[in-house]
């Protein structure tokens, strides 16, 4: 009874969280850069925050993948 | 085909970034269950080495630990950029939980991935790579 009650709690709490989250991603999408569109540049440090890298230096170099993630 | 098999392939060719943003499922946000469910989950998505167990990192170092520890786990051969505090390139992006997308030499975007986790499609990011590099060997 209490995994069942365990799981309905969370099924509850993920599809509330879930309709919270996507609404603000999808109008976040909205403005996302679309195929064709400059790719906005940035400057970020790696995981020892002492070697960065900037997408603009790679223009005339090598095209990039992004591939953007975390952990969970 | 997963990212780390296409950067095997095409990284002589392409520069691959793995960006590292907010986490998607931190204990305090948009957590994905305790016992039974995190072991639903798991079982039914193949994301075997995601975490299920931690909390949202509050400071850059804290991004970058959890970013370190990510890398060492997932193993891509990637290495990995950590978006700061302000999740600016993330909201440049709307990369949040996970996109792909493939810049060009002239910096402009050629391939935007849909959202992640439905649409992001490594098989999809593959076959916009060979189409530039063909177009690119003329």
């Known amino acids: 009874m209490a995994i069942i009650s365990e799981l309905f709690d969370d099924t509850k709490f993920i599809i509330r969280f879930r309709s919270k989250l996507m609404k603000q991603q999808m109008e976040l999408n909205k403005l996302a850069p679309k195929t064709g569109d400059l790719a906005p540049d940035f400057t970020l440090y790696d995981i020892s925050g002492t070697e960065s890298v900037t997408l603009s230096d790679f223009r005339g170099v090598k095209p990039v993948a992004l591939v953007f993630g975390s952990y969970t | ?138």
């Open chain 2, 1 to 138: 085909m997963g990212i780390q098999q296409l950067y095997e392939q095409n990284h002589k060719d392409v520069q691959f970034l793995n960006i590292y943003i907010r986490e998607a499922h931190p204990i305090d946000g948009w957590w994905l269950g305790r016992r039974l469910t995190k072991t639903l989950i798991k079982w039914k998505f193949p994301y075997p080495k995601a975490s299920m167990e931690h909390y949202d990192p509050i400071t850059i170092e804290e991004r970058r630990a959890v970013a370190g520890e990510c890398q060492s786990a997932l193993q891509y051969g990637v290495r990995t950029y950590v978006d700061e505090m302000d999740d600016y390139v993330n909201n440049a992006y709307a990369a949040w939980p996970t996109r792909l997308n493939l810049v060009d030499l002239d910096g402009r975007v050629i391939y935007a991935g849909g959202l992640g986790p439905y649409d992001f499609k490594p098989a999809k990011l593959k076959a916009a790579i060979e189409t530039y590099l063909a177009v690119q060997r003329g």
